[in-house]
């Protein structure tokens, strides 16, 4: 089965800190994200940038608008796809992820969300 995740975080939280201090948690998490790689079931990993741009059809016209969802006190901060038999080991794989491993992460809001996929196409 294939999962897709998003991990959300606090913007205005990370936003507040020094650059140097954001720099460090991120190094922390590389020996989690080697980890998590090493399960071999990842099939795309993406960090995002905060630049947000959100479409939506009305009255016939697409419009375009600046910015996630505004009542949202979070941002998806990454997205990730993998394989796994079932919710259980999606769990379990997505809790190797910097996001649930590196305790400064609580400090920031981080979490991950997991969705089954229903869809899957890939070109390779």
């Known amino acids: 089965m294939i999962f ?13 800190r020094p650059r140097e201090e954001i720099e460090a ?15 071999g079931e990842v099939l795309l990993d993406a960090g995002l940038e905060s630049e947000t741009k959100s479409l939506r059809r009305v009255n ?17 901060g990454s997205v990730f796809i993998f394989e796994a038999e ?3 080991e999606a769990i379990q794989l997505a809790s190797l ?21 229903h869809y899957f196409k890939n070109d390779k």
């Open 25 to 39: 948690v991120m190094d922390e998490c590389q020996p989690y994200i080697e980890n998590f790689y090493d399960s």
């Open 86 to 88: 079932n919710m259980d």
């Open 97 to 117: 992820h910097p996001t649930t491993q590196v305790s400064k992460g609580e400090e920031f809001d981080w979490r991950i969300e997991i969705r089954p996929v």
């Open 60 to 76: 016939g016209d697409v419009i375009v608008t600046v910015g996630p969802n505004i009542a949202a006190k979070e941002m998806i």
């Open 4 to 16: 897709l995740c998003m991990g959300y975080y606090n913007p205005d939280k990370m936003d507040a």
